[in-house]
């Protein structure tokens, strides 16, 4: 008989950010019967919908192998384009493989739990830590959202991203953007749900476990979990070793739930004979449903049930039960909690109906409610619980199905509610994403109400579920609360609520870069929807007839709260105690640097990360800095010393203060070194976020004492302007493969570790490491350059040119380009080899906000000396076709650096890379 040996999800990946692919590994090739349906049946738990699946049987080493192809509708994301498939939508799925519709070549069926014996359906998942769920955002497969999945995709905020994803992919379009951005960070720490919810499920179940001859009638009911608007018809198969028209009337096969209802009865009336005869059985299976859909489906452990057909007894006996039996909880407990079970039993097997009643006890009438099938007790939240618990009998009543009663009482313990629940408690949530109150019991509600969480508003009265209500204060509408129809009270910020109310939000000195805002307190109220005639109802949504019972109240003081401070996302640096610094930048007297700290920072919660402060160390008069307000730049303006007669600098500290909020001062700090080595160190040396002017590019360098308030007022407004461009360079080689490496004549070099060969092994790798952006390698043969070296250059026009009208926009048309090899030289005078270039602009994209050149740092043409890792700085001049009367529109040059690792077969020698190419 087949049995399962494996059941892989997503070719066995880790993650369940995105669910595309399960597979089933039987021991030996089977045989599928999709007669009565699909053989296998996919139900997204988490909200009882029945996926539509399609599957395949391919052979692989003589074993069968079902690939589950997921249908479009319900639970189902489709992939738009080849790269990003189809996925099931979030939550917690089981799998159940139908052993009537998989067999073996000879016929034998499956055997789902493996216990040698055929016949059992094989059922998988159901539960988040089974590996069964599909969380957007669940990167790791842990069945959890936390900080092991943030670590996974914060990368993919900086610039550029890392390689595409499609398990990153929310919307499924092969391209990952602020959609997907956003969509991580709503998922990263909502909860995977764990319960099982099931929706419209069809199953079947038996009125008695035995009827007796000659004149005795019995039945199966079949049930549905919610009505439907039409007719479904269900098809069963009878089985069991009774035989139809010998033992009982032949049953027809097919039975009918009419529109609204939710049962029908299969009645299974027994034939008098003459025999003593062993019990005989009676057993029905469901088998398909009409019509079905993705709404409605059959249980997965519900759809066989059977009964026992016995000689007549000589009588009924009524029902009993344990006297003197205690039900308790440990407590504290919440509302809706299970207490326990009736202590009562029929002798004749048959199934009881229950009912209690709290008469004299010091139980308050209720705040007991009792499943009548079963006998099961749960804490209703009708009444608030009495200070410190409460002991008393609950007295009940056990009924047969010939009417046969018994009655008795259990005592029963409720102990306190947990403080969770209290009078007045405190609810937290994101100041971008917000507050979800629910008051509602944790259990289903025995009497069928449906419960919503909703206020007070100003005049006393609830919010109706469906409304909402704004919060406003002093004309500011900081967020609404909305009584939702599913249960829940939301409260929703104003999306630029933090933006907008900087100076309400205060340090929460408990945690660490967190900041909170408290709004007024509210009185919740938990509601019950009451029909007309004044009973409990399950109405959703409410109609106009719809009243409410008020259950419960808690007080709730709404907290909003920035749940994440800044942190890193530049990992190539030292970060201790709260500060990341920088290798040291080579600044000199009239330098201007513009510094952009989103390059090294992130903020979880998607607030903008901003320079909050600075401070210039080892003299403060060296340095100027610059800090606009909200602002993610600050601006350094090297000015220098008066050493005699001169200005001279030297180094300097400058330490900026980071944040998502300009008075929260428990963020983190950037250091950066600014270093003059008397033109030894690297000139090309700029750090990525770092746009970088020389002094002879500088229109304001001649601001003097006697300047004029407006000149003065122009140059501020002009370095305000060179602080929001932003330019950034990348080097690659072109015709190779980067990732790996490359290999001409008998010369290789290997991106990935650095190594290169030329009969010997060079010692490049320690540079590879050292260098932060990828590095275009190149090989010569004699004075002649293999392949070029290229720099992909990214240019980010101002932003307030692009708030301007789009008729006041300039155009640019073209950008001038220069490129200096600091380390290669034209002759023996040591003058740097120097390029110029122009790209021209389309006029289509003059206009637009982001500009990319691809630039020649090194072709066949230039004449390189010798071998090693070398450095080049790029300076990109933006040309307009209008000219400009503003200050703030005067020219500017922006410049940008990168390194090329090069080898020369005829000249290498290890000596070439040695340990300053790593400094």
């Known amino acids: 008989m087949p049995i399962v040996e494996q059941t892989i999800i997503n070719d066995g990946a880790a993650t369940r950010s995105s669910l595309t692919k399960i597979e089933f590994r039987l021991d030996q090739p089977v045989l599928l019967d999709s007669t009565h349906g699909s053989p296998i049946t996919l139900l997204n738990t988490t909200t009882g919908t029945i996926v539509g699946t399609s599957i395949s049987n391919s052979i692989v080493d003589g074993k069968s192998r079902l690939t589950l192809g997921f249908l479009p509708g319900n639970s189902v994301i489709d992939g738009q384009v080849p790269v990003a498939p189809s996925t099931l939508a979030n939550g917690v799925y089981q799998l159940r493989l139908h ?20 016949g059992d359906d094989y059922v998988f998942g159901g539960y988040r830590f089974d590996q069964s769920h599909r969380w957007f955002g669940e990167l790791t497969g842990d069945g959890l959202n936390n900080n092991s999945d943030l670590i ?6 900086g610039e550029p991203p890392p390689p595409y994803r499609e398990d990153m992919d929310l919307d499924r379009d092969g391209v990952f953007d602020s959609t997907d951005k956003n969509g991580l960070i709503s998922s990263v720490f909502a909860p995977i749900p764990t319960q099982l919810r ?5 199953d079947v179940q038996r009125f008695s476990g035995e009827v007796a001859e000659p004149d005795s009638q019995a039945a199966f009911l079949v049930s549905m979990s919610s009505p439907r608007a039409s007719d479904t018809v269900i098809q ?3 089985g069991g070793d009774a035989i139809g028209g010998t033992d009982y009337v032949s049953l027809s096969g097919t039975a009918t739930i009419l529109a609204g209802q939710t049962s029908v009865s299969i009645d299974v009336t027994v034939l008098p004979d003459s025999q003593i005869e062993a019990p005989e059985t009676v057993a029905i299976t469901l088998i398909s449903i009409a019509p079905g859909g993705t709404t409605v489906g059959l249980s997965p452990t519900g759809r066989s049930s059977e009964i026992t057909i016995v000689e007549a007894p000589t009588g009924n006996q009524p029902p009993d039960f344990f006297p003197g039996q205690s039900l308790s909880q440990p407590g504290p407990i919440s509302l809706g909690s299970y207490l326990g079970r009736i202590p009562a039993y029929d002798p004749d097997g048959d199934s009881l109906t229950y009912a209690i009643s709290t008469g004299s006890s010091s139980l308050a009438s209720g705040l007991i409610s009792v499943d009548p099938a079963t006998g099961d007790l749960y804490l209703r939240d009708l ?26 009482t259990v005592n029963i313990t409720i102990p306190e509610l947990p403080e969770t629940v209290s009078d007045d408690y405190r609810d937290a949530g994101s100041h971008r994403y917000g507050i979800t109150f629910d008051l509602r019991p944790a259990s289903v509600s025995a009497d069928g109400e449906t419960l919503y969480t909703t206020l007070l508003k100003p005049d006393g009265n609830p919010l109706s579920p469906g409304q909402t209500l704004d919060d406003v204060q002093g004309g500011y509408t900081y967020g609404s609360y909305t009584a939702g129809l599913d249960g829940v009270l939301k409260y929703t910020p104003n999306e630029t609520l933090y933006a907008d109310r900087y100076f309400s939000f205060n340090d929460d000195f408990a945690l660490t870069g967190i900041s909170r805002l408290e709004r007024p307190q509210q009185t919740l109220v938990l509601l019950a929807a009451i029909g007309s005639s004044g009973a409990a109802v399950a109405t959703n949504p409410p109609t106009s007839a719809t009243t409410y019972q008020r259950l419960a109240e808690r007080k709730a003081t709404p907290r909003l709260t920035n749940t994440q401070p800044v942190g890193i996302a530049d990992g190539l640096f030292s970060y201790d105690f709260g500060v990341l610094t920088t290798r040291p930048v080579f600044a000199q007297l009239n330098d201007l640097l513009s510094i952009d700290v989103s390059q090294w920072f992130i903020d979880p919660d998607g607030d903008k990360v901003i320079v909050q402060g600075a401070f210039a160390g080892f003299g403060s008069d060296n340095i100027g800095i610059d800090v606009q307000s909200e602002s993610s730049k600050a601006l350094i303006d090297i000015k220098g010393d008066v050493f005699g007669s001169s200005q001279q600098f030297d180094q300097a500290t400058v330490t900026l203060y980071i944040s998502d909020h300009p008075f929260v001062s428990t963020g983190p700090e950037l250091e950066i070194p600014l270093r003059d080595f008397d033109d030894a160190f690297p000139t090309y040396d700029i750090l990525e976020g770092i746009t970088y002017l020389k002094p002879t590019q500088r229109p304001d360098l001649n601001e003097t004492s006697s300047s004029t308030p407006a000149e003065i007022a122009g140059n501020a407004a002009w370095r305000q302007r060179f ?12 015709g190779t493969d980067r990732a790996q490496g490359f290999t001409s004549g008998n010369t290789s070099v290997d991106l990935t570790t650095g190594n290169a060969k030329v009969a010997q092994t060079l010692p490049l790798s320690d540079a590879f490491d050292e260098l932060s ?6 090989i010569y043969s004699g004075d002649l350059v293999d392949n070029k070296s290229l720099a992909k250059v990214v ?3 101002p932003a307030s040119e692009l708030n301007l009208p789009v008729a006041t926009i300039r155009a640019i048309d073209r950008f001038d380009v220069e490129v200096t090899l600091a380390d290669h030289y034209v002759n023996e005078a040591s003058t740097p080899v120097v390029r110029t270039y122009q790209f021209p602009v389309a006029t289509v994209d003059r206009k637009n906000g982001r500009f990319e050149l691809t630039v020649p740092i090194i072709d066949k043409s230039t004449d390189v000396r010798d071998s090693g890792v070398f450095g080049y700085q790029i300076s990109v001049k933006p040309h307009y076709t209008t000219t400009s009367t503003d200050p703030a529109d005067r020219p500017v040059t922006l410049t940008s650096s990168g390194r090329v690792a090069v080898v020369k077969q005829t000249t290498v020698k290890p000596a070439d890379f040695n340990s300053a190419d790593t400094s």
């Open 99 to 118: 052993s009537d519709a998989v067999s073996s070549l000879a016929g034998t069926p499956l055997d789902g739990n493996n216990d040698g014996v055929a």
């Open 152 to 157: 996974v995709f914060v990368p993919y905020f």
């Open 198 to 202: 099931p929706a419209a499920i069809v």
């Open 236 to 238: 069963y198969t009878v």
């Open 383 to 408: 009444v608030p619980l009495p200070t410190g618990g409460t002991t008393g009998a609950l007295s009940f009543t056990a009924t047969d199905p010939l009417g046969l009663q018994v009655s008795g």
């Open 723 to 734: 602080n929001e461009w932003r330019v950034s360079s990348t080097t690659f080689a072109s």
């Open 773 to 778: 952006i990828p590095l275009g390698g190149l």
């Open 795 to 797: 240019i980010d026009r």
